[in-house]
């Protein structure tokens, strides 16, 4: 008996040590600042102000932000192919401004994990950091992994899951499918009904489980961290969980996403509040028109001066209001929503784009001290 004791005591030692260095993969951080530049415009600016031009192009008509994969997509050669119809060019640089990727993409997206969406000859599939094909060509439309294991992609009209090998996982069965966020993804079928109208039909998807749920609400937003996704029912806002359950009731006139167990929220008498995972106010301000969520231990809020400034987790002013209120359009596919204001969320790095009086863009600091002036007509 004791032996059987002294294996197990040497078993559970074991356990401990490798519990103690075993891998556990982190999140990958949203830096604003990649390689300490960012895209500015159609230009690359690092935190001096100094400008690199992507090399060997002068027409570039849109940039994007770089990723954890250390490239961005951009937009060049604009043109018209007949009948009102337009076309462009996608490719890939890196954060010197060499083009790494230069195929003429028919269509791309921008790299997540080491994966871009990309189309070519209208079919669509997936390539690596380096060009390469990672996964064929044999979709008709296809979207970013976005860290997760499983992505949307089209085939026969439908919207369907792949793994990373490029099969279905979720048959296609969806007129419109999402990349999952934090571990769920969303969903839609459409019908039009005999008096001419679109009647949607919504859906959330565990990335996990595969199951598929149906929710009956009007518009269904990504899940936060915590397992919570905003819904809309007849203008009122409340909160579900993975399985669909209503776990806040829609009482609300805006509600925003749930970070570190908070989240923003608008009430019927148009004060601002933040609540807990149970619906209970903790913070109220009955001097602010709107609110953000927290990110990096700080939340934007707006004055009834639509003046943007900064609270801590406290609710207290640590960047007074001095910024614009700039409009942040959500389009998806099937409709666009225009109801939440951004005031510029900060980055895991610290940083936060804000806007001035004069609609110039410019990064700030925790402290409210510029990193890049407000020069700028658009920070990406």
């Known amino acids: ?11 559970a030692i074991i356990g401990t040590i490798c519990m103690r260095f075993a891998f556990i993969p982190q999140k990958a951080p949203n830096n604003l600042f990649v390689d300490d530049v960012v895209t500015v415009g159609t230009s690359i600016v690092n935190k001096n102000g100094e400008v690199t031009e992507i090399k060997g192009e002068s027409d570039v008509e849109i940039l994007y932000r770089f990723t954890n994969d250390k490239l961005a997509l ?8 007949g009948d009102g119809l337009t076309a462009v060019d996608f490719h890939y640089v890196n954060t010197k401004g060499d ?11 921008q790299f997540s994990d080491g994966l871009a969406a990309v189309g070519k000859d209208g079919k669509y599939g997936y390539i690596d950091t380096k060009g390469n094909v990672a996964i064929d060509f044999k979709f008709d439309y296809t979207r970013s992994f976005n860290g997760s ?15 990373k090998s490029g099969e279905f996982v979720i048959k296609p069965q969806f007129d419109v499918a999402f990349p999952v966020v934090n571990g769920i993804s969303r969903a839609v079928d459409s019908m ?14 565990n990335e996990k489980t595969r199951e598929v749920i149906e929710v009956d609400y009007d518009f269904v937003e990504n899940f936060g961290e915590n397992g919570l996704a905003p819904v809309c029912k007849f203008s009122r806002w409340g909160y579900i969980n993975t399985k669909g359950e209503e776990v806040i009731k829609c009482q609300f006139r805006e509600a925003g996403e749930f970070t570190n167990g908070i989240a923003p929220v608008i009430m019927r008498d148009r004060s601002c509040a933040y609540i807990d995972e149970k619906g209970e106010i903790v913070m109220k301000f009955e001097d602010f028109k709107k609110l953000g969520s927290f990110h990096n231990g700080l939340a934007w809020v707006a004055d009834k001066n639509d003046k943007v400034g900064y609270i801590n987790e406290k609710g207290e002013i640590v960047i007074e209001p001095q910024f614009e209120l700039y409009l942040n359009v959500i389009r998806e596919d099937i409709y666009t929503q225009e109801r939440f204001y951004a005031g510029g969320n900060f980055y895991d790095d610290g940083y936060a784009i804000v806007e001035t009086s004069d609609r110039k863009q410019c990064i700030i600091d925790k402290q409210g001290d510029f990193i890049l002036e407000p020069i700028y007509s658009s920070i990406n």
């Open 74 to 81: 951009f937009v060049d050669n604009w043109r018209f192919i």
């Open 99 to 109: 083009i790494v990727i230069a195929d003429d993409f028919d269509y791309a997206d």
């Open 1 to 11: 008996m004791k032996k059987l004791y002294n294996i197990l005591l040497i078993l």
């Open 149 to 163: 294991t499983i992505a949307p992609a089209k085939i026969d009209k439908q919207f369907g899951y792949i793994d």
């Open 192 to 205: 039009r009904t005999k008096s001419g109208r679109n009647e949607f039909t919504r859906y959330i998807v």
